[in-house]
């Protein structure tokens, strides 16, 4: 075992020992065992990347391809510190979060499960151990946001999650298996080698469509973006943990992860582009009017996904064009803002869950004046809001300025043009003074004004709770202020995603006067007018249709769904036997019809035999006795017509020169009209239920339809028998191999003994089932017989 | 000969059809029958008839009928005599239990929620 693989297994390990440990030791939290993980995968994790061994392969299914390779290059080692860090804060902080009475075991299980999916996803150099990780996360993901399960909305929310990431993570399986079919590899990195073969391949757009849709739905991109305010159920070191730092950048990271190879296309460079600038618009926009604390949060962290979107849109343009190192700054930027936004939103996260902690609610209308009471709480939340917004010195400045900068790039390259640059620009500069207005209007609801409107006694929250936020927003004012020590990291993750070397990277906070500057300014300016002016606004709001959401959509198609599953399952699955027949029976006339009209009816040629007179006689009697039975009216007429056509085949058997099937049809059919005799006794008066003239009607066009195909599938057969029986042989051996001169007897024990063989059982089955059907009874109907007796 | 006989099975199977479409137990089981006879004389048929003697071997004779779908047939009629069987008093059994022999009235429970 390596040290990658060690550091991925170990959660896993973690996850099946937890439940137990918490089972036997009730007195120690399971939190600390479980703390011990992340911090050892994180130790791990550099140590492999101090000795270099950052590439170990581990085969699992070679045969299929399956195997459990990884690879650690920049961008795989800052999400793997991400996740080990953040998930070491988030376990302590969760410790002292939840409630003892909780199903701890349960917790610790499923976020233990989710850190080794997740580790496992950005490592895997393998793409088939990718989708296997990549739908562990889903899965760990909506357990923990169904944790409560008592509670309806956890439920909701949870399926909601689960239908749309599981979709995108099909999609993902799909786009994989098209680049394998394309590059015939199972790693990445040789896919990242073979780009020019990809983009020749005329599947190309197939596996681009199939992994933008799996990336979006992940991180919550427009309009896939519905799920993550309703997985805000869950507890908050969960959504602070999956839902801001790891889980929803698995899309960003899977954007990056292809971008040396789909950038090549413009298209790719657009969609990308527009559907995160798109994100950011609507969702920062949308952030402003949540009354929930929350569900600005979790608007808030779709609108960053997007901006990262748009980063690694534009940063496409340096795969694009070759030499051009002006567009190079957005990866940078993007891997910068990766961290930054992991570091604030994770504090804002779990301040929020202080808050809620604290007072007992997170309406933003009853929360109000909070400073004087929790004043650590405010000046955690104050920078980490501010760094959201953009606003020096901190992180989220630095990566925003970034941002800006290169959106006023990308008039330099040739794919933006016109009206897209500005229709982009202006996506984008709203989507920031959204943020901003947000960020600003969090703040000041929450911990300005006067005291709040709870029940509870508020005061400051216990040091060990504070720890895990203090650390991170530690994190957010020394990498506001010292960027440079991030940049190895950064140009290491920045080489990993275009596949090419960025130079040397240097931040700084003054750029001097450019456009960047000038929009950050002016952004301040009337976003801070806006937060003052919020209420003669906020009614454009209103405008907004609640059947005009996506939300509606996604309801609306899973009650069609629903009602179009329940509808087919009473209209044709509990419609009873006849409906059935009628549909297997059309099926069969269709399907044979439409085979018979792909060529023209050629019968071929018929070798017939003679006609007699009796057998004509025969058919006539046939006929006769058919046509009796379906019009008969009472039971013993149609009994006695079936033994009439029963006793006629018996007859066709002696004319055709087959005298045991006349013997053995004979008799049965003897045997038969006596058994429907003895029945008959029993069975009520022969009524025929055929009231209507359209049910007769609907009989009748099936049954003509049925005899047709069949009559001329036996035409047509019979005119083409190709070649010779192979009777001849059974003929020529029947008295010198078996002995025996009646070849049907023969054939029927010794050559074809086995048919015989389980005919024989099929009878004594059928002779036990009868005896069973007439023994068997519920001890009732039996009482009550003897009872009538 | 031949002709007649494939025609005659796919009235037989017509008939048969027909019956089984109804909504009477005792007509569908009737049906079934009817399209045993159908498809054993179809069988019989397609295999040739009357191309020579009766399979039963003798030195002297050169042709016979070929025995091999009489073999089929032979298996068939026995199945599907034991399969009628344990329908016809399959049906007796459920008309007792039941009280009904309209097919349209045996549906399970309507809502079982």
Redesign the interface.
């Known amino acids: 075992m390596s040290l990658l693989h060690t550091a991925v297994s170990l959660p896993f390990i973690g996850a099946m020992l937890i439940p137990a440990i918490y089972y036997y030791n009730k007195r120690i939290h399971p939190g600390y065992f479980a703390l011990i993980i992340p911090i050892a995968a994180a130790i791990l994790f550099i140590l492999a990347q101090l000795n270099n061994q950052i590439n170990q392969t581990l085969n699992w299914m070679p045969h299929i391809g399956l195997n459990l390779n990884f690879r650690m290059d920049g961008i795989s080692l800052l999400f793997c510190m991400l996740i080990t860090i953040i998930g070491a804060l988030v376990i302590f902080y969760s410790i002292h979060y939840l409630n003892k009475r909780e199903q701890l075991g349960h917790f610790y299980t499923y976020l233990l499960l989710f850190m080794g999916a997740m580790l496992g996803v950005v490592l895997s150099d393998n793409v088939l151990a990718l989708y296997l990780f990549w739908e562990l996360t889903s899965i760990s993901s909506f357990l923990l946001i169904a944790f409560w399960n008592h509670k309806q909305k956890s439920l909701e929310g949870a399926l909601k999650s689960m239908l749309i990431t599981v979709l995108g993570g099909l999609m993902l399986l799909g786009g994989l298996l098209t680049l394998v079919t394309i590059t015939n590899t199972f790693s990445l990195h040789e896919m990242v080698s073979k780009s020019d073969v990809i983009i020749q391949s005329p599947l190309f757009t197939t596996a681009m469509v199939f992994i933008l849709l799996a990336a979006f739905t992940k991180s919550a991109q427009f309009p896939f973006h519905i799920w993550l305010p309703d997985a805000m159920e869950a507890p908050t070191p969960v959504s602070a943990y999956l839902h801001s730092a790891t889980m929803v950048k698995a899309g960003v990271y899977l954007i990056a992860r292809f971008t040396p190879i789909f950038a090549l296309s413009a298209s790719w460079i657009y969609i990308v582009t527009f559907v995160g600038a798109l994100t950011l618009f609507w969702a920062s926009f949308n952030a402003v009017k949540q009354q929930d604390l929350k569900g600005v949060l979790a608007y808030s962290t779709v609108s960053q996904l997007g901006l990262m979107m748009t980063l690694l849109g534009i940063g496409g343009l340096g795969v694009y064009h070759d030499h051009q190192p002006l567009f190079y700054a957005a990866v940078a930027a993007c891997t910068f803002h990766i961290f930054n936004h992991a570091s604030f939103k994770g504090a804002l996260f779990m301040i929020v869950g202080i808050i809620d902690h604290e007072t007992g609610t997170r309406d933003l209308r009853k929360l109000s004046g909070l400073i004087q009471l929790m004043p650590v709480t405010f000046t955690a939340a104050i920078i980490s809001a501010l760094s959201m917004a953009g606003v020096p010195p901190f992180n989220g400045f630095l990566s925003k300025e970034m941002f800006l900068s290169s959106m006023f790039d990308i008039s330099e390259s040739n794919i933006f043009n016109g009206p897209s640059v500005v229709l982009l620009l202006a996506l984008v500069i709203i989507g920031s003074l959204f943020t901003f207005i947000y960020s600003v209007k969090f703040i000041k609801d929450v911990f300005f004004g006067h005291s709040p409107a709870v029940d509870k006694q508020v005061h400051e929250a216990p040091l060990f709770l504070l720890l895990s936020p203090l650390v991170m927003v530690a994190v957010v004012v020394i990498t506001g202020l010292f960027p440079n020590i991030l940049t190895g990291l950064i140009e290491s993750a920045s080489y990993a995603v275009l596949n090419k070397d960025i130079g040397h990277l240097h931040i700084s906070h003054w750029h001097g006067i450019n456009p960047a500057l000038i929009t950050t300014l002016l952004i301040f300016a009337i976003g801070t007018a806006l937060v003052f002016a919020y209420k003669y606004w906020h009614s454009v709001y209103l405008l907004q249709r609640p059947n005009w959401t996506f939300n509606y959509v996604y309801q609306k198609g899973l009650t069609a769904v629903e009602s179009i599953s329940y509808h087919i399952n009473n209209t044709i699955i509990a419609s009873g036997i006849r409906k059935h027949l009628i549909i297997i029976f059309t099926a069969l006339i269709v399907m044979t019809a439409v085979f018979l009209a792909q060529s023209p009816l050629n019968f071929g040629d018929w070798q017939l035999s003679e006609v007699r007179l009796f057998e004509l006689i025969l058919v006539v009697l046939i006929l006769i006795a058919t046509y009796m039975i379906i019009v008969a009216q009472s039971r013993i007429f149609s009994i006695i017509m079936l033994s009439a056509i029963g006793y006629s085949v018996g007859l066709f058997f002696v004319f055709f020169n087959a005298p045991d099937l006349a013997l053995t049809q004979l008799t049965i059919e003897t045997i038969s009209t006596a058994l429907f005799l003895m029945c008959f006794y029993h069975l009520p008066k022969l009524s025929r239920y055929e009231e209507t003239i359209k049910f007769r009607l609907t009989n009748a066009v099936i049954s003509v339809g049925v005899g047709l195909v069949v009559t001329i599938i036996a035409l047509i057969a019979y005119g083409h028998r190709f070649s010779p029986s192979i009777a001849e042989y059974y003929i020529k051996n029947v008295y010198e191999l078996a002995a025996g001169k009646n070849m049907v007897n023969v054939i029927l024990v010794d050559f074809r003994g086995f048919d015989t063989l389980f005919e024989s059982t099929v009878l004594g089955i059928a002779g036990i089932g009868i005896y069973t059907l007439i023994k068997l009874r519920d001890k009732k109907e039996v009482e009550h017989e003897q009872t009538e007796k | 000969?031949?002709?007649?006989?494939?025609?005659?099975?796919?009235?037989?199977?017509?008939?048969?059809?027909?019956?089984?479409?109804?909504?009477?137990?005792?007509?569908i089981i009737?049906g079934t029958?009817?399209l045993t006879?159908a498809v054993?004389?179809?069988l019989?048929?397609?295999?040739?008839?009357?191309?020579?003697?009766?399979?039963?071997?003798?030195e002297h004779l050169k042709r016979?009928?070929?025995?091999?779908p009489?073999?089929l047939?032979?298996?068939a009629?026995?199945?599907s005599?034991?399969?009628?069987?344990?329908f016809?008093?399959?049906?007796?059994?459920s008309?007792?239990?039941l009280g009904?022999?309209?097919?349209?009235m045996?549906?399970?429970v309507?809502d079982d929620e």
């Open positions: 000969m031949e002709v007649i006989m494939i025609i005659l099975s796919g009235i037989l199977i017509s008939a048969s059809v027909y019956l089984m479409l109804s909504r009477s137990l005792l007509r009737i029958s009817v006879h054993n004389l179809l019989l048929t397609m295999g040739g008839l009357k191309q020579g003697a009766i399979p039963i071997y003798d016979y009928v070929d025995p091999i009489q073999a047939i032979l298996t009629i026995v199945i005599f034991a399969v009628t069987a344990f016809l008093v399959l049906a007796f059994r008309y007792k239990e009904t022999d309209n097919m349209s045996m549906k399970g309507p």
